[in-house]
């Protein structure tokens, strides 16, 4: 059984990661031994957020060499007084104008605080209160220009180390007031953001802006972290500056980022205005490592984008791990981006949970890839460079489909080696299994490459457990229009069973009228599904298809346990192609089994 080991926190934030076994196509790191889920401690969202951090990142902001200060603030204070324990001052703003030496840290004691007026805090100091029970910090200031927040670190210089934390507070916001955006972090790395939560924001929680102008940042801000945080109701997509800021935690510029242990709920506004989890949308992030957190959206958003991380102009180096994305819409949108750059991967998605209470509704007038219900989209890459991602042990459940990629946006795009293995498919497809419920979907329909029109190239689709369940209309769906076209498709080893509905549907389904070529399908179990097992193409379909070959596929019942793992006296069971990804055929280890 093969496991991730990591790095924890300060090591992970600070840029350093474990160097195991890595993927002989990609690179991507290969899970070690260890434990099964990858979790540590509690889940998150559980008990109330402590103010626990570890020794090594609490002492982040201390200076060699001096003694720090612990300046006081409490709400029975007042800003005349000197800020010692006995005489606290009385707001954080007032704190934040007197407070400059690097190392100083600034207490918030237990109470309800109400600021009017943006806190700019000095690099190198922090600001730490109880916990989130009894630590109540209410801002009243909004911006209308998405680049500050209620709270500011900011420098002029990309990548100031700001070797400094925040800790310990509820951020919220009084009745009748408002906030844009808590927490601007601009131009700053080394920035730890941890065990607080935060409510209510129109534009965003927290904001990593690394960058002075558009475009990639002359220097990255490294080693900034977020964890151990709940977030509520922080992005309203439908605000005049909330569309394209981001999500509850925005990012830009930023490498070697962590983002771990967080509850993150955008479920409480009406239908459209549930925002991102995470905003990357303003891109140029590389190494950013998101895992153990857990997501929630809606399972409908009606016409409007309902995103989980929405990630543009990456830059490579992303592992997203040992995550829960619940609710319908698109949990991973990659687009115009998913370079691999200086890594040996793009996108590395591992060992996450994909899955809805029920399979959401169609939106038959939505009309956009984008919308629909999705645990991963690679959705306009980039003409030359995008791929190189693999995406293994997951278990997708009662969404949409599980891996989409839409080369539809009419500018230059095509993707390439992606590998897909070892996930769990499970009672995919829309509730009404309208068109769009299908596994894995590529759609190569607009665009422009390099590659002789090739949009879609080199995809690796081994050792996958695909259950339908009555709506899924098929598990791989290759669509084409001319003058593109799809090459080299390779469907091994995995478990197929009961897939296909009415109609020019079964495992293996051709659609459009442009050119697919060099597709594989060998050492297969295929099971119940529709056209005899067959693929099919399409009604009224003239796809010209190339270089099919199918081999060596059984048909027969895989017989699978209720896990969905292979009973004794299974086909399944040690049948496998040698491809190095497990000798039965089908998946094996996911998360928590």
Known sequence: MRKIAYLFLLAAALGTFANPARHPKTGARQPAAGNATGRTGQTPGITTVKNTVNTAV?????????????????????????GSAAHPWATLHHACSRVHTPG????????????QVPCELSAGISVEGADTSTTHLLFNFFDSTRYTGAIVLASPDENTPGNQHISGIDFGVAPGDSVSTFMMIKKRGQVAVHDCKFSNAK?????????????????????????????????????????????????????????????LRNTGRPQGHNGNIIGAVQGWNKGIHYYRNMS????????????????????????????????????????????????????YIHHNNFTAAANPPFDAAAGHFWIYSVGIQFEGEDIINAGDAEISYNHFKNIGGAVMFT???????SVHDVWIHNNLCQNLGYAGGEFHSFAFELEAVSGTSSNRNILIDSIFIYNNTIIGAGKLRSAVFLNAAAPYGIANIFIR?????????????????????????????EHNLLFGNMAANDTTRGHGQTVNIRNFRASANMV??????????????????????????GKNIGFSDLPGK
Request: hydrophobic share 30%; glycine share 16%; net charge negative.
């Open 407 to 413: 080369q539809s946006h009419g500018v230059h795009e």
């Open 296 to 347: 929630f959206k809606p399972l409908n958003e009606g016409n409007v984008n309902n995103f989980g991380i929405e990630s543009w102009y990456d830059q490579g180096g992303w592992e997203i791990d040992h995550n829960t994305f619940d609710g319908g819409g698109n949990a991973i949108d990659i687009s115009f981006g998913g370079v691999k750059g200086a890594y040996p991967y793009s996108f």
């Open 104 to 115: 100083d840290v600034i207490h918030l004691q237990p109470g309800t605080y109400r600021e």
């Open 58 to 82: 609490k002492s982040a902001g201390k200076t060699t060499g001096t003694t720090a200060a612990t300046w006081y603030v409490d709400p029975q204070g007042d800003d005349g007084n000197d």
């Open 493 to 521: 080893n995995n478990i197929l069973k009961d897939i296909g509905t009415a109609g020019s549907y079964s495992y293996l389904t051709w659609w459009g009228n442009g050119t697919i070529s060099n597709v594989v399908s």
């Open 203 to 263: 534009t965003g929680a927290v904001f990593f802006y690394g960058r002075s102008s558009s475009g990639p940042p002359g220097q990255y801000a490294r080693g900034n972290t977020i964890f151990n945080c709940h977030f509520y109701d922080c992005q309203d997509r439908q605000s005049v500056i909330g569309h394209s800021a981001g999500g509850d935690i925005g990012i830009t510029g930023q490498e070697s980022m962590s983002i771990h242990d967080n509850l």
């Open 556 to 581: 027969r019942d895989p017989r699978l346990g209720a896990n969905f793992a292979p009973v004794p006296g299974s086909p399944a069971i040690n049948a496998a192609s040698p491809l190095g990804f």
